[in-house]
C-alpha cells in the first residue's frame, strides 16, 4: 500500500486508510459536540426568551372615553367642557384635571394624541380596534390578543395564554376576544359573569388526594400505552391534557385573597380595580395577554357626570398598576394599553353630551419597548382635527407589535396565501420606539 511520509521520517508514516478513519471518528465527535453545543444554545436561548418574555394588559374603555376629559383636554374652547387641565410630570404635557395621579406618573407612558380611525360605530368600530384593520369576507383576522398569544405563548405553560374580563352587560358582545384563522388554540378565556373562570375547578365531591391520584393513574396508564406508538394525534392529546391540568393549577390566580390586604387595599374595591390586580398577577406569573374591560362610557348625554365619576377611578388604577409592576420589576417587559373603539365628539350636544367621534382622538401606552414620557400627534385646539402625526389604527397596532419584539411584517398563512400582521405598507411609530 502506497503510504505518505510528510517528514521523510518513518516514525511519521500515515497509513490512508487509518487516516480517513480517525478523520471520520473526530469528524463525527466534532459534530456530536457540535449538536450538543447548538442544543445548549438553544436552550439557553429558550431561557433568555422566557426570562424576557414580553407581556400586555390592555386596558378596554368600553363604549368610547372622551380625549377631552382625559389625555388631549381643550379648556377655554367652546369645546373644552368644565374642566381644567393640569401640568404633568413631562414639560410641557397637560391633561384632565380628573388625572392627577396619572400627571405625576407620565414619564412612564406616550401618549398618542393623534388617533384618526375613521369609524364611529360601536359595534364595528371595536372589531377593528381590536384587531388593528377590518375584516375581509374571506378571512377573519386574530385579534392583537391572539397575536400575542401566539407569538409570546409557551407550549409548556401551565396558565393560560388570552384571558379577558367584561362582566359589565353593556357593550359586551361587541368585540369579543376572537382567534380569527387562528383557530381555538389561541382563543381567549373570557370571564363574563364574575372574576373566576368556569369549569377549572375541581368538584367539591373529589378530595385533593383523589384529585392527585386519579392524574398519577391516568400518567400511568398513557405511558403504558405510548410504548412503542408514535403519533401526532397521541402527542397533541396529552399535550392538550397536561395543558388543562396546569390551568386548572392555575385557579388561585383569579383569587384576589391570596394577595395582602395592603396590596387590595392599594388597588381598591371596585370591580375594575380588583379585575386589573388579577391581571397584574396573570402576566405576572406569564400569561401573555390580558384584556380588562371597564364599560360604560358612551356619554350621549351628561358627559361631564359620567366622567366625573369614570375618569378618576381610571387614574387611580392605572397610577396604580404601574407602580406596582415597576416596583416588581416588570415595566420593562409588562406593556400597559388604553385604548377604545373610538373617542367622544368635541361638539357638545344638547344633553349636554359627546358623541362618537374616531376623526382625532387618545391612546396611551406604556411599558415594554415604548419611550416613556413621548407624546405624538397633535389636535388643533378645539380638538376637532388632526394637524400633525396622523395614526391610524393598522399603524398603532404596528407600533405595539414592534415595541413587543414582534416583526409586524411577518406573515401568518391561510391556505397558501400569506398575511401580514398588519396591512403591507403600514409601518410603526419609530419615534415612540426605545
Known amino acids: 500500500m502506497a503510504r505518505n511520509t510528510f517528514c521523510r521520517s518513518a516514525d511519521h508514516a500515515v497509513d490512508r486508510r487509518a487516516f480517513i478513519g480517525g478523520a471520520l471518528a473526530a469528524g463525527a465527535a466534532l459534530a456530536a459536540d457540535m449538536t450538543q453545543l447548538n442544543a445548549l444554545a438553544a436552550a439557553d436561548v429558550n431561557k433568555a426568551l422566557k426570562k424576557t418574555q414580553k407581556r400586555v394588559i390592555l386596558l378596554w374603555l368600553a363604549g368610547g372615553a372622551s380625549q377631552l376629559e382625559t389625555w388631549d383636554p381643550k379648556p377655554g374652547a367652546s369645546t373644552g367642557g368644565p374642566f381644567r387641565s393640569i401640568q404633568t410630570d413631562v414639560p410641557g404635557l397637560r391633561i384632565s384635571e380628573l388625572m392627577p395621579k396619572m400627571a405625576a406618573r407620565m414619564k412612564t407612558t406616550c401618549v398618542i394624541r393623534g388617533l384618526n380611525t375613521k369609524n364611529g360605530d360601536h359595534g364595528s368600530a371595536a372589531v377593528t380596534m381590536m384587531k388593528g384593520r377590518r375584516d375581509e369576507a374571506a378571512v377573519r383576522y386574530p385579534d392583537l390578543g391572539a397575536v400575542v398569544a401566539r407569538e409570546m405563548g409557551r407550549a409548556d405553560s401551565k396558565v393560560p395564554d388570552y384571558v379577558t374580563f367584561y362582566t359589565q352587560t353593556e357593550g359586551r358582545g361587541m368585540a369579543p376576544g376572537t382567534a380569527g384563522f387562528l383557530g381555538a388554540r389561541y382563543a381567549p378565556m373570557e370571564l363574563t359573569t364574575n372574576n373566576y373562570p368556569e369549569f377549572i375547578k ?150 349636554l353630551g359627546r358623541d362618537h367621534f374616531a376623526s382625532a382622538w387618545s391612546c396611551t401606552i406604556s411599558g415594554a419597548g415604548i419611550k416613556r414620557g413621548a407624546v405624538y400627534g397633535k389636535t388643533d385646539p378645539k380638538g376637532q382635527t388632526v394637524t400633525a402625526e396622523e395614526v391610524d389604527a393598522g399603524r398603532l397596532f404596528a407600533t405595539i407589535y414592534s415595541a413587543l419584539g414582534v416583526d409586524p411584517e411577518k406573515n401568518y398563512y391561510v391556505g397558501s396565501r400569506p398575511v401580514p400582521l398588519v396591512n403591507p405598507g403600514v409601518h410603526a411609530i419609530e419615534e415612540v420606539l426605545q
Open 202 to 351: 375541581k368538584l367539591d365531591g373529589i378530595s385533593d388526594l383523589d384529585h392527585v391520584e386519579r392524574g398519577a393513574l391516568r400518567d400511568l396508564l398513557g405511558k403504558q400505552f405510548g410504548q412503542g406508538r408514535s403519533s401526532e394525534t397521541m402527542s397533541s392529546q396529552n399535550e392538550a391534557y397536561q395543558r388543562v391540568r396546569g390551568i386548572m393549577a392555575s385557579e388561585k390566580l383569579f383569587d384576589v385573597t391570596q394577595e395582602p390586604q395592603k396590596v387590595r387595599d392599594r388597588y381598591g374595591p371596585t370591580q375594575f380595580a380588583e379585575q386589573t390586580l388579577i391581571a397584574r398577577r396573570l402576566v405576572e406569573a406569564g400569561v401573555p395577554f390580558v384584556r380588562v374591560g371597564r364599560a360604560w362610557w358612551d356619554s350621549h348625554g351628561q358627559n361631564f357626570e359620567t366622567h366625573q365619576e369614570m375618569v378618576p377611578e381610571l387614574d387611580h388604577v392605572m397610577a396604580t398598576l404601574l407602580d406596582d409592576l415597576g416596583e416588581r420589576g416588570l415595566l420593562d417587559d409588562v406593556m400597559v394599553v388604553t385604548l377604545a373603539e373610538f373617542g367622544r365628539t368635541p361638539a357638545i350636544n344638547a344633553s
